[in-house]
């Protein structure tokens, strides 16, 4: 089939950056967000030196109109992937500089216009998101298809930044509806309607799994605010749980301008804001409803992160927070609930469905959620308890002298071991003290020894495997058990 180019082109500066060809033909789309609210010459203008090494085939300006940067033909620079951009046709989009890098409506409605365009010339019927990156890395689209890919599965970047990444269910059905298709793609709200409550849980937690994974919000969080919101409140959120989880039937408030989902439904509400000075503005923001589960988490965990108040970020320190109560402490301190029980109504769903179980880091390791009250780590046959709430666990270590509260992952939280100011030398006698990776014997040795000497250590911690706790080696080489170290400065 021959290769065309898209009629919405209004500027076109060829690039020198691509490879010549493509070796395989367009089923998939990649769009990008260009980190800047840039004209569609400017995005051009990126790519004309050939010591940029890096193109695109098309650019949106923030103005909505599009250049062309590589033909379609040819197979651009663009996505740290060769395999996909030989497929892919790339579109860098006008954004925001900072995440979610957003876009505004202009670039997102041209957005929707090229895909179809796209779609349209290469014979496809459907845009498809399948959300999950092996997924669709392994899917073999069939030939009216066309399949969504992201930067960020290919390299160490948020590209296309989360305002655009929780949008990318609601791009491809949009899009499979102007192609007079059906969008089949995620898991429909209203097939959940008849679980019970933990049936639906069980169902929808791989994918807040899945979604959280990629923002790094704790699923058990936001998974517990969708449950907590799905019995009351007129709140989007509490639209979206209630559409998940089925609880309640009705709700009073907001409505949707349609009662059956037609792709674009969006209300438009005001929200006072504070500034940094204390003052308030009024904030304009538009409401979407989604048709399927995945669209609704992305959408939420994109809002969580990318919020802001003034210049700061309106919930700073949730990305990547690792204990929910700290993370619900956050959500409340920002301002998302004002119910004085907020924290401990929110804790305690996570508790009762044990939504800790779908957390997920780094695509491995699972946070149980369970505070334990052991002699040492290790001693597991020394446990006298486990408890979700940190209180109990430490009235447990207080009745029982000589224990400890260990977190999920192991690490000693409570008592806490008196805490030097650092830095101050230390001498070690012994030929083999294991250097290990962090304060605890849970982590991993380096495989190297401080030998005998004299160290700076330079943090403490408390920590599984030694009394006098942990020390942080002033090299960076790890840390060691300060219960083999001897004070001498
Ligand atoms: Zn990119």
């Given at each position: 089939?021959?290769?065309?180019?898209?009629?919405?082109?209004?500027?076109?500066?060829?690039?020198?950056?691509?490879?010549?060809?493509?070796?395989?033909?367009?089923?998939?789309?990649?769009?990008?967000?260009?980190?800047?609210?840039?004209?569609?010459?400017?995005?051009?203008?990126?790519?004309?030196?050939?010591?940029?090494?890096?193109?695109?085939?098309?650019?949106?300006?923030?103005?909505?109109?599009?250049?062309?940067?590589?033909?379609?033909?040819?197979?651009?620079?663009?996505?740290?992937?060769?395999?996909?951009?030989?497929?892919?046709?790339?579109?860098?989009?006008?954004?925001?500089?900072?995440?979610?890098?957003?876009?505004?409506?202009?670039?997102?409605?041209?957005?929707?216009?090229?895909?179809?365009?796209?779609?349209?010339?290469?014979?496809?019927?459907?845009?498809?998101?399948?959300?999950?990156?092996?997924?669709?890395?392994?899917?073999?689209?069939?030939?009216?298809?066309?399949?969504?890919?992201?930067?960020?599965?290919?390299?160490?970047?948020?590209?296309?930044?989360?305002?655009?990444?929780?949008?990318?269910?609601?791009?491809?059905?949009?899009?499979?509806?102007?192609?007079?298709?059906?969008?089949?793609?995620?898991?429909?709200?209203?097939?959940?309607?008849?679980?019970?409550e933990?049936?639906a849980v069980?169902?929808v937690?791989?994918?807040?799994?899945?979604?959280?994974?990629?923002?790094?919000?704790?699923?058990?969080?936001?998974m517990a605010q969708f449950i907590l919101e799905s019995g009351?409140?007129?709140?989007?959120?509490?639209?979206?749980a209630?559409?998940c989880f089925?609880m309640?039937?009705?709700?009073?408030?907001?409505?949707?301008?349609?009662?059956?989902?037609?792709?674009?439904?969006?209300?438009?509400?005001?929200?006072?804001?504070?500034?940094?000075?204390?003052?308030?503005?009024?904030?304009?923001?538009?409401?979407?409803?989604?048709?399927?589960?995945?669209?609704?988490?992305?959408?939420?965990?994109?809002?969580?992160?990318?919020?802001?108040?003034?210049?700061?970020?309106?919930?700073?320190?949730?990305?990547?927070?690792?204990?929910?109560?700290?993370?619900?402490?956050?959500?409340?301190?920002?301002?998302?609930?004002?119910?004085?029980?907020?924290?401990?109504?929110l804790?305690?769903i996570i508790?009762r469905w044990?939504l800790?179980?779908?957390?997920?880091?780094?695509?491995?390791?699972?946070?149980?959620?369970?505070?334990?009250?052991?002699?040492?780590?290790?001693?597991?046959?020394?446990?006298?308890?486990?408890?979700?709430?940190?209180?109990?666990?430490?009235?447990?270590?207080?009745?029982?002298?000589?224990?400890?509260?260990?977190?999920?992952?192991?690490?000693?939280?409570?008592?806490?071991?008196?805490?030097?100011?650092?830095?101050?030398?230390?001498?070690?006698?012994?030929?083999?003290?294991?250097?290990?990776?962090?304060?605890?014997?849970?982590?991993?040795?380096?495989?190297?020894?401080?030998?005998?000497?004299?160290?700076?250590?330079?943090?403490?911690?408390?920590?599984?495997?030694?009394?006098?706790?942990?020390?942080?080696?002033?090299?960076?080489?790890?840390?060691?058990?300060?219960?083999?170290?001897?004070?001498?400065?």
């Amino acid at each position: 089939m021959g290769y065309t180019n898209s009629p919405l082109v209004v500027y076109t500066k060829l690039s020198p950056n691509h490879s010549g060809q493509r070796t395989h033909s367009i089923d998939r789309i990649t769009p990008h967000c260009v980190v800047g609210q840039l004209s569609a010459e400017s995005i051009c203008g990126c790519f004309t030196s050939p010591t940029r090494q890096a193109s695109c085939n098309y650019g949106i300006g923030t103005d909505g109109r599009v250049s062309l940067c590589v033909e379609e033909k040819n197979r651009s620079w663009c996505s740290s992937s060769n395999a996909n951009d030989q497929r892919a046709v790339t579109i860098e989009c006008a954004s925001d500089k900072t995440e979610p890098y957003a876009m505004n409506s202009a670039v997102y409605a041209t957005l929707i216009k090229l895909c179809t365009d796209i779609c349209k010339r290469n014979g496809k019927k459907k845009l498809l998101w399948l959300g999950d990156k092996e997924k669709t890395l392994n899917y073999s689209p069939a030939a009216d298809e066309m399949v969504l890919t992201v930067h960020r599965w290919f390299a160490n970047k948020s590209c296309p930044g989360n305002w655009l990444y929780a949008r990318m269910g609601e791009l491809a059905a949009t899009v499979t509806a102007a192609l007079g298709g059906v969008s089949v793609s995620g898991l429909q709200a209203t097939s959940l309607k008849n679980l019970s409550e933990a049936e639906a849980v069980a169902k929808v937690g791989p994918l807040f799994t899945e979604n959280q994974k990629e923002s790094g919000i704790l699923a058990c969080v936001s998974m517990a605010q969708f449950i907590l919101e799905s019995g009351y409140g007129t709140s989007e959120l509490a639209q979206n749980a209630n559409n998940c989880f089925g609880m309640k039937t009705s709700l009073s408030g907001n409505t949707w301008p349609n009662s059956a989902w037609d792709g674009k439904s969006v209300y438009t509400k005001k929200t006072q804001e504070q500034n940094d000075d204390g003052s308030m503005v009024t904030i304009t923001a538009d409401f979407r409803k989604y048709a399927c589960v995945e669209d609704s988490i992305a959408d939420h965990a994109a809002y969580l992160l990318g919020a802001m108040n003034g210049s700061k970020k309106r919930y700073e320190g949730l990305a990547g927070c690792m204990d929910y109560k700290k993370a619900v402490q956050i959500i409340k301190d920002g301002g998302y609930a004002t119910s004085h029980t907020y924290v401990q109504n929110l804790c305690s769903i996570i508790e009762r469905w044990n939504l800790a179980q779908y957390n997920v880091v780094s695509g491995s390791t699972t946070i149980s959620g369970w505070y334990r009250v052991r002699k040492s780590w290790q001693n597991a046959a020394s446990q006298k308890g486990a408890f979700h709430d940190l209180t109990y666990a430490k009235q447990c270590a207080d009745a029982n002298p000589g224990y400890v509260v260990f977190d999920p992952a192991g690490k000693a939280v409570y008592p806490v071991t008196q805490t030097s100011s650092v830095p101050y030398a230390v001498r070690v006698s012994i030929n083999d003290l294991n250097i290990r990776k962090g304060p605890g014997t849970n982590y991993a040795k380096t495989g190297q020894y401080t030998g005998k000497g004299v160290f700076t250590i330079v943090a403490e911690s408390a920590g599984a495997g030694s009394k006098k706790g942990w020390g942080k080696l002033k090299s960076g080489a790890g840390w060691v058990s300060l219960d083999f170290c001897t004070r001498v400065g």
